[in-house]
Structure formats: C-alpha cells, structure tokens
C-alpha cells in the first residue's frame, strides 16, 4: 500500500503504509525501472563516456585501437584560437538572444495581462514560434533576408533606405541577423513563462498601490517584480544555457559563415566530430562548454539570489 | 484602476507591433510557397501572389523524397512519444508521490539534463550505437529521442499526477481497493487527458528534431523532414525558393496543428510541474 501513502499528510497512512517521507518501498522501484534503464545506458552512462573520450585520442574510421592521451586534447585546445573565438561568438550569440528576448517577453506578458482586444490573436500568434520546427524557423528567415527576393530588403526600398543588404553573407550583418531570428524563436515560451508568473501577483496589492497613487512604474517595481522575480530568473537561465548550446537554427540560416561569424560553439563541435572525425577533441570541447557555462550560471544565479535577498 | 486612453491607446499600438513581429516571416513564407519562378525573382516582391499557383508544391514532391520522409517522421515521433509516456507514467507517479531520496534526484536529473549541450551525448551515442548497428535506423533515432523527451514528460507527467488529489486514492484504499486497482481506475482516468498533452508534446517535439536526426541519420530514405528539407538548400546557399518555402510549409502544419491542441494543457503542465507544495 506504499503507494497509495501521502507521506506529507499527517495520520493518513494506508494500511500497510510507508515511511513517512521516507524512500520508495518495492513496488515504487518496480515503477521506476522502465525509466530508470533508458536514462542510465543512453544518457548517464553516454555522459560518462563522453567525459572519458576527451582523454582519448578517438577518432572516427581509424583502425588502431584508441589509446589514452591524458589532458592533450585539453592542452591543444587552449591554444586553438578558433575554438576561443567561437566560443566567444557563442557567448555574444547567447546574451544576445537571452536579453532582448527576456525584455520583449516581458513586454508582451504585461500587455497579454492587461484586457485587451485581439489578446486571442496574439495568443494564436504566439503558438507559431513555439511549434514550428527549428528548421523551418531557419528556411522562413532565409527567406526574409534574401538579397533579391526578401521582404525585409523589399521593404527597406520602400520606405527608401537603400538598397538593401545581403544580410546573412554580410560580415557586419550575419551575427545580428541570426540573433534576430533566436528572439524571434524564443519569445513566446519565455512569454509564457512570465505570463503565468504575472498571473500569480496578488491582484489587491496592485490595486492597492495604485490607490495610494503609485504610477504605472511604481507598481510594477515594488509589486509585480518582486512576485514575478523567481519565475524571470529560472528562465532567464534556461534561456541562456539553450540559446548557448542552439544549434539547427544557425546551421540552417549560415552553416556558420561567412568567415565563421556566426560558428557558434557547437556548430564548431559538430564540424570536428562529424565532419572531420576527431571525436576526442569534440569531447573535450564539449568538457569545457559545459564546465564553463556552468561557472558562469553560477556565478550569474548567485549574484541575483542575493541581490533578491536585499531587496 | 483606470487606464487613461492615451495609456489604452499606446498598449494597442505596442501590441500591434508585436503581432506584426510574430507573424509576417510566417505570412511571408506562406507568400512564397505560392508564387511562380517569374514572381520569386522579382526584384520587386509583393505580399501577395499576383499569380498563385501550386506548382511549388508539385517541384517540391518531386525534387525530395517528401512523403517518404514524413513517414520517418511519423515513426520516430509516434514510437518516441508513445515510449516516453509508456515508460515516464510510473516514474512520473513515483516522483510526485513520494517525496523521498529518489524523487530529489529524480528531479535533479531533469535540471542537469537541461545543461547537457548535445555534442558530449551525440559522440558516444553515435559510438554505441554504431556498434549496435543502430545507425542510419529509425529505431535508433526512436531510442535517442525517448531519453531526449523523458526529462520534460517526467517534469510534466510529476505535475499532472499532483493535481490528483491524494485522498481520492486514500479514500479508495480504505474501501478496500489494491494498488493496482486504485492506479486503474481512480488515478489513471483522471491523469489521462495530462498524459495525451503529454504525448502530443513529445510527438511535436520529435517531429521537429533535427541535430540527432542529422548525425544519426545517413541516407536519403532514412532520414526525417527536417534533414530533408536542409537538401532543398545547395552546397552554395543557393535554394529554389518556391519549393522550398512549400515543403517548409507543410512541414510545420501538423505540428501547428497539435500545439494548437495542447497549447493551453502544456502551459498548465508546466506550472504545475513548477509547483512543489
């Protein structure tokens, strides 16, 4: 009767119940088997073995055996410019996203509050971005950007800016354009996110506020923030940690290019692992992806919890 | 609390702005996928065809093997979702009930796997299974994306089942019903309509897949849409825009289609998988 046992209620134990707040008994082990294999042989375990390939010399159609290397592959890689370089453009690629995507969700997520007219429209809207394959995200802003036939260049000559540019083959142009299609992609999951975390701000506070004569950003400063602060920081750095690791979006709008101004750090991985089958060094790589994205999160999470504590 | 009307009007134009974000390159798509070769190299390009014809749809199905590869999809994404549901159900159940060792880690492992970049998982997953001769098979991308789906359907499915009130099944249980009794018929009718928004989502999830299904997958009458719809694009950047832009469309529709569906259970899910009591 383990089961049926909600450890959390006081005297409500089951016949034959279990320990209160105590570990699964048998049964509940039987449960969790048929998920508990998977994830250990195609995720712990490929992890592992993933972190044990970055000491090895593996590569792809080789005949002799791998052999171990120790930290070569690390070695090599700090003095690998077009790694660093990456990876930098990785980190530009991710705040780049991660900030105007958080700002515009907020901006939306408030007025989607608000009760206004067409809010279904832009609710219906939203569910374009969200569902539509990464793929075909990249292909529609090809799209848009194309030189001759894009409506953005089509536009501009309209309103008479110029000519128009080759967006996505520009040097200067080809980082912001795809970051431009990251926060249009991105946008209406974090929407979501804040809007239910709006929903949650205790309407009365609000009104009272407002009756003691606070304006618009008052209110939002000492009431909504506060309550919707958690829910802005746990997506905040989900978005950053995947804005970080994207991949198919670039892959598709710029393979990379032009001259690699757009090689974000895992299109970098990708080419070295499957293109030029170096799977120990793409291991490393991965290694140090996330072991720096890691200290940064961290960093960043522990200044913003405790600047909550402040306030 | 009054809004004044220059505040009101202000909000509309801002949320005008934003529906202009959201759907034009969606429009423009839509746009293209209709026009004739004469039209797309214009170099005055207009929102709407000014001949709209389907023969983008015709090239595009001859070009590439489209309904081959939506039959990929439909297999992966049906095997993947069902799997993950089949197999998260339990573990999910265990995870929201219990509130001992194995739930924190449970739940710990769905934060971390949000971390993981791909690229460390993808090499040794392709080391393993190429020696189970798993590559270049749609099982294979199946397994792939049943663990690449658990963590959110585990998240999601947790929520849902604390949304059942414990008492019913505690009410149950001192009517003199067995585990497996309260789990068929107190617990699973009520959690049903979570774990098909649960389904739906893993299905739209791996439909949209493309990274596992590009590594994974080697030849032409394997591989998924999306791995597919990347051939529309030459070796030099240079795309036939017209099929292209069809393809792309009709790609997207069914997963349009089941969001559109779940849209508001997902939103649900995910709040209350948030919540921890």
């Not at chain 2, 971390?115 to 299974?129: D, E, G, N, R, T």
């Not at chain 2, 789990?183 to 649960?198: D, E, H, M, Q, Y």
């Amino acid at each position: 009767m383990t089961l049926v046992t909600d450890p959390r209620g006081p005297a409500r134990r089951a016949p034959g119940g279990g320990r209160p707040g105590g570990g699964a008994g048998h049964g509940a082990w039987f449960l969790v088997l048929p998920a508990l294999i998977p994830i250990l042989v195609l995720s712990v375990g490929p992890l592992l073995y993933g972190i044990l390939l970055a000491f090895t010399d593996a590569q792809s159609g080789r005949t002799e055996p791998t052999r171990w290397i120790g930290t070569l592959n690390f070695q090599d890689l700090l003095h690998d410019t077009l790694f660093w370089e990456s990876f930098r453009i990785g980190l530009v690629w991710a705040a780049g996203v991660t900030v105007p995507q958080f700002l515009l969700a907020l901006g939306l997520a408030l007025l989607l509050n608000q009760n206004l007219r067409l809010r279904w429209l832009a609710r219906a809207l939203a569910i374009i971005p969200w569902a539509m394959p990464e793929v075909v995200v990249g292909i529609m802003w090809r799209l848009v950007y194309n030189a001759d036939a894009g409506i953005l260049n089509e536009t501009l000559r309209d309103l008479g800016l110029g000519n128009g540019h080759d967006w996505l083959s520009g040097l200067a142009t080809a980082l912001p354009a795809v970051i431009v299609v990251g926060v249009w992609a991105g946008m209406p999951q974090t929407t979501v996110a804040l809007l239910a975390g709006l929903q949650n701000t205790p309407r009365e506070l609000h009104e009272a506020a407002a009756v003691d004569g606070a304006g618009a950003w008052r209110r939002f400063r000492t009431v909504t923030w506060p309550a919707l602060r958690p829910v802005a920081l746990a997506i905040t750095a989900l978005n950053l940690i995947w804005n970080f690791n994207s991949f198919a979006l670039v892959y598709v709008l710029t393979s990379g290019g032009p001259g690699g101004r757009t090689r974000l750090p895992m299109l970098f991985a990708y080419e070295e692992a499957f293109r030029y089958g170096q799977f120990g060094y793409a291991a490393a790589m991965g290694c140090v992806m996330v072991a720096l994205i890691s200290v940064l999160l961290a960093v960043f999470l522990a200044g913003r919890l405790r600047g909550g504590d402040e306030a | 609390m009054r809004t004044s009307t220059a505040a009101r009007a202000g909000q509309y134009v801002a949320l005008l702005a934003y529906l202009v974000f959201l759907a034009f390159p969606f429009l423009w798509l839509i746009s293209t996928a209709f026009k004739p070769p004469r039209e797309l190299g214009s170099l005055h390009p207009t929102w709407i065809p000014e001949h709209p014809t389907l023969d983008n749809f015709r090239q595009a199905f001859d070009e590439q093997p489209l309904l081959h590869a939506a039959l990929n999809s439909l297999l992966a994404a049906v095997g993947a979702a069902v799997i993950a549901v089949l197999i998260a159900t339990p573990t999910a159940y265990v995870m929201a009930r219990y509130r001992g060792r194995f739930a924190k880690a449970a739940t710990g492992w769905v934060v971390v796997s949000q971390a993981f970049p791909f690229v460390l998982l993808i090499i040794p997953l392709f080391l393993v299974l190429k020696n189970l001769r798993l590559i270049n098979s749609v099982p294979g991308l199946v397994m792939v994306y049943v663990v690449w789906s658990l963590p959110f359907a585990l998240w999601m499915l947790a929520g849902y089942v604390r949304a059942v009130p414990a008492e019913l099944e505690e009410a149950a249980a001192v009517d003199g019903a067995g585990r497996l009794r309260i789990l068929v018929s107190v617990t699973a009718p009520l959690l049903a309509p979570g774990i098909v928004a649960t389904a739906l989502f893993a299905f739209v999830t791996a439909w949209n897949e493309f990274f596992f299904a590009l590594v994974l997958l080697k030849t032409p009458e394997k591989q998924t849409l999306p791995v597919i719809l990347t051939h529309f694009i030459g070796a030099e950047g240079v795309a036939d825009l017209g099929p292209l832009a069809a393809a792309a469309f009709l790609a997207t529709l069914p997963s349009l289609l089941v969001f559109a569906l779940i849209q508001r259970r997902i939103t649900g899910g995910m709040l209350a998988g948030a919540v921890k009591s």
